[in-house]
């Protein structure tokens, strides 16, 4: 039986998911919270497998970019995540949207392989990278500097145009978008600038003792002179000015040069995480 989530769930929803992080092979993105007050403050709109009235697989859905991203599907039985993938589209398309996004971690072949039964596509793999950010010290070439700072929407979406060869999601937001993001106290935008010229930047977000390296960029006639590691080493004294004790990085599979970068530099790889995305049929 598959049915919304209630409260009553919760202790079962709860030892489901420390059944989870007991193994990367079980991964997937999930509710945060590992409490019982936190998962009835953080769950939207959810639906369980029950068995024997027990909280047997579970997966949520939230609005994300164009569509919506999904919570597992996770369940102790293989067999269980296909029914529940199932349920999920029927949600989504009650709902009229137009993708679902899943993010399973890249050990986790169970899952991928269902996902990949249901027609979803994998997008790529993303590869998380963490280290303490001291020791990163290296000045930007010569006729470069590094100013922080927003220069605004027009030079914003440029830049980010042309250092990003995956991603459109920014070129999507507004003016007042960009403005209210990067007005916001712990979200902080390092620009690397030859003269006038804007040619690479990274965005950090700040949060507890943690710095997150959220984009890094650079345009490409300025690559291979040193621009990126500057602003990663620039990245790491503002995280050591903010009090952060971690520094968190990340790369594509197709970003062969960050990923050396970041090896190079002594990152420990953290986690790598799988995107997929479906189309569904029922499109407005």
């Known amino acids: 039986m598959i049915r919304p989530v209630a409260r009553q769930d919760l202790p079962g929803l709860l030892k489901l998911l420390r059944w989870m992080d007991e193994s990367p092979k079980r991964g997937v993105l999930a509710p945060e919270a590992r409490d019982l007050e936190g998962l009835a403050e953080e769950l939207e709109d959810g639906l369980v497998l029950l068995r024997d009235g027990e909280v047997a697989g ?6 994300f970019w164009d569509g919506a991203a999904l919570e597992g599907p996770l369940a102790y039985r293989e067999e269980d995540l296909f029914p529940l993938l199932q349920a999920a589209e029927k949600r989504a398309s009650e709902l009229h949207l137009e993708r679902l996004y899943a993010f399973p971690q890249e050990e986790n072949h169970t899952l991928r392989q269902v996902l990949e039964k ?10 998380f990278f963490v280290k303490n950010p001291e020791g990163l010290d290296y000045p930007p070439p010569e006729g470069v500097v590094i100013r922080k700072g927003f220069p605004g929407p027009g030079v914003y979406r440029e830049l980010y145009r042309e250092s990003e060869e995956g991603w459109a999601l920014r070129l999507k937001w507004t003016d007042e978008e960009l403005w209210e993001h990067f007005q916001d106290p712990h979200v902080h935008l390092l620009v690397a600038y030859r003269g006038d010229e804007p040619v690479g930047l990274a965005e950090v977000e700040l949060e507890d003792r943690e710095a997150s390296v959220a984009y890094i960029g650079v345009v490409p006639k300025a690559r291979g002179q040193g621009i990126g590691r500057a602003l990663l080493a620039e990245a790491a004294k503002l995280a050591q000015k903010k009090g952060a004790t971690l520094l968190r990085v990340r790369a594509h599979d197709h970003e062969t040069g960050a990923l050396e970068l970041y090896r190079n530099l002594g990152f420990s790889l953290e986690e790598a995480v799988a995107t997929y995305a479906k189309e569904l049929r029922a499109r407005r």
């Open 58 to 63: 579970y997966v949520g859905l939230y609005a």
């Open 118 to 127: 249901a027609d979803f596509g994998l997008l790529h793999l993303t590869y």
